[in-house]
């Protein structure tokens, strides 16, 4: 803010008039209503120190001055910033200078008594009205200006009259100046201060979210990490509304690393996290690296079929990339992946803990077999075995109890009827 003449600059005052101007504008029509009131009331002194002006002074005040005043008080809403101050510093001038010019034309000596209604209406505009500073500085030049030439134009006055008006003139316009230059900045300053400080908590607020986001989110992949999967099974995990969580663990993946080096396993790791951020529901699904070569998917709001869907696409995403890994060891060229999913049905709820007990045992069941498949565990059920290793064909469906250790081969298909959950898993 410049200390002389308050000026904001650009960005502030358009800020300033952002956050005050329509307070300022409710504030000037209020005042310009009071003031018309006034304005018109000194028709009487006229009428009492200056009949022969009456009909003059009537004409000016009531005829012209009031709709004026009536129109601005109407449209200062309804205006821009810098155009309001204008238009009210405009009328202003009008309304200080009827007082001015009645005492010109007048030659009766007790016009000099009414002479008073011009410093009343500067104190008005200046401090009622609380013009910014420029424009105040502005109307009492050129009011003050205007009166000093109607004093000299006053040959009939007594020179120690005119004067003691003159004085009082100058003494008038350096108080309403150095009033108004304090009001005005006394309220730029706590606006600046209040400002300041609505910054100061933004910035730490968005410092806050800033630290927030990096402290959920993992450095390698730009998933979300372990904390941020935690917070999200907390929200989540006892609302009964369907609720899955995917284990996924990329099969032998030290020996990926043995064998093309930690860098090429860094790279190995993101383009499988994109893979898996591509093939789910965007913001409706929370993916979190769990660790290692271990990734998550928290899926809210789902139902057997969605999550069906999302591990076909999954398996076929991975497999798309075909990430060469000739050490796995067991003929397979690619990089696989197996997955554990533990399911919640709508209607029912589990506990963080529970979720991920059973989301871990199914993905230990998935590696048990042989890796590169899925298991899929409704909690409440039976577990079911889905070794689809290549993709498109089912290979071998198996009911298991739940929490089992591994068979060392599969058993023949049961005859017993899927429940209708469990089917839609399967296909």
Known sequence: MSPYLLRFSRPVSARYEIDTGRERALHLRRTILIGLVFHNAYNLTT??????????AIGLRLFLVTPLGLLLAWSVTRMPGPRRERMVTATMLLVTAVPILLFSLEREAMSAICYIEYPLMM??????????????????????????????????????????LAFQTLAGAFFVLYGNHQIEGVRRRAYLVSLREILRSAGLEQDRRVLTVLSETDALTGLANRRALDAALARTARQARGTALLMIDVDHFK??????????????????????????????????????????????????????????????????????????????????????????????????????????????????????????????????????????????????????????????????????????LAR
Request: net charge positive.
């Open 255 to 424: 020996r990926f690393n043995d064998a093309y080096g930690h860098p090429a396993g860094d790279a190995c790791l993101r383009r499988i996290a994109e893979a898996i951020a591509g093939e789910t529901r965007g913001g409706r699904d929370c993916v979190a690296r769990y660790g290692g070569e271990e990734f998550s998917v928290l899926m809210r709001g789902c139902d057997a079929r969605s999550v069906a869907r999302v591990v076909r696409r999954l398996r076929a995403g991975i497999a798309g990339l075909q990430i060469p890994h000739v050490a796995r060891g067991d003929g397979h060229p690619f990089v696989t992946v197996s997955i554990g999913v533990a399911v919640v049905p709508a209607g029912r709820t589990t506990s963080p803990a529970e979720l991920l007990a059973e989301a871990d045992a199914a993905l230990y069941e998935a590696k048990g077999l042989g890796r590169n498949c899925q298991v899929v565990r409704v909690i409440g059920d039976a577990a079911v075995i889905l070794d689809d290793r290549r993709l498109g064909r089912l290979g071998a469906m198996r009911r298991k109890p739940a929490r089992t250790s591994p068979p060392a081969a599969l058993a023949p298909p049961a005859p017993a009827r899927l429940s209708e959950t469990n089917a839609v």
């Open 47 to 56: 009428a009492l120190l200056m009949p022969g002006m009456l009909p003059l």
């Open 123 to 164: 104190v008005f505009a200046t401090m009622m009205l609380v013009l910014r500073f420029p424009h105040a500085l502005l109307l009492t030049g050129l009011s003050a200006a205007a009166s000093f030439a109607s004093i000299a134009l006053r040959t009939d006055l007594a020179p120690e009259l005119a004067l003691c």
